[in-house]
Structure formats: structure tokens, C-alpha cells
Nanobody, 119 residues
Framework: QVQLQESGPGLVKPSQTLSLTCTVS??????????WNWIRQSPEKGLEWMGV???????YYSPSLESRTSISRDTSRNQFALQLSSVTPEDTAVYYC???????????WGQGTQVAVSS
């Protein structure tokens, strides 16, 4: 059974960097051909794909967020992480990590973590 768990601060101040970690169990993030994603959801924007790190370490980002987003991984801990810089209140959302077997074809999700951007 694959499980993903997001962790990180629930409150970030404007202009700071949001940092979240996804801890994976039941599978290795280096298993061939899987995609490890960050996705967020807000009432205003709905579900928004932010970016992905593949099993081989390659990363791809949403064009609208690419200038502020970085996804990295720690294979020794079986974790991957999200950093979103220069946040504004518009970045307030529930942030999810998810595994995909093909791009945008998700089979496992974390439970999500609420992040608010506020001073």
C-alpha cells in the first residue's frame, strides 16, 4: 500500500518561501516510470498542478509557477519537497502530493495540508 504524507508549516508570511515535504511509504520514489507531483487546491482556482519530479530526478513545472517553484528529493529518506518563493495570499491553498503512473494520471494522494499566507 502506497502512502504519501505532506508536512510543513500551516502559516507563511507574505514574501517568504513556502516549504513542504512529502514522505512516501510503500514504494520508492526512484521506482521506474513514476511521477511524484505537487498539486494545490483553492476555492478561487480549483485544482492546480504545480510540478513534478520523476523517478530519475528530472523536474517539470507549471509555466505559471515555474519562476517561483522548486521541487527536490532526498532518496535516502524517500521524500520529495516543494519550495514556493515570494508567496502572496493568493498562494493560500490545500497542498497535496500525489503519485502518477503517467503524467497527470494519479493513483495515490496524500491527505493534503492547509497552508495560509498571511501576515
Amino acid at each position: 500500500q502506497v502512502q504519501l504524507q505532506e508536512s510543513g508549516p500551516g502559516l507563511v508570511k507574505p514574501s517568504q518561501t513556502l516549504s513542504l515535504t512529502c514522505t512516501v511509504s510503500g514504494d520508492s520514489i526512484t521506482t521506474d516510470n513514476y511521477y511524484w507531483n505537487w498539486i494545490r487546491q483553492s476555492p478561487e482556482k480549483g485544482l492546480e498542478w504545480m510540478g513534478v519530479i520523476r523517478y530519475n530526478g528530472m523536474t517539470y513545472y507549471s509555466p505559471s509557477l515555474e519562476s517561483r517553484t522548486s521541487i527536490s528529493r532526498d532518496t535516502s529518506r524517500n521524500q520529495f519537497a516543494l519550495q514556493l518563493s515570494s508567496v502572496t495570499p493568493e498562494d493560500t491553498a490545500v497542498y497535496y502530493c500525489a503519485r502518477a503512473f503517467q503524467l497527470f494520471q494519479y493513483d495515490y494522494w496524500g491527505q493534503g495540508t492547509q497552508v495560509a499566507v498571511s501576515s
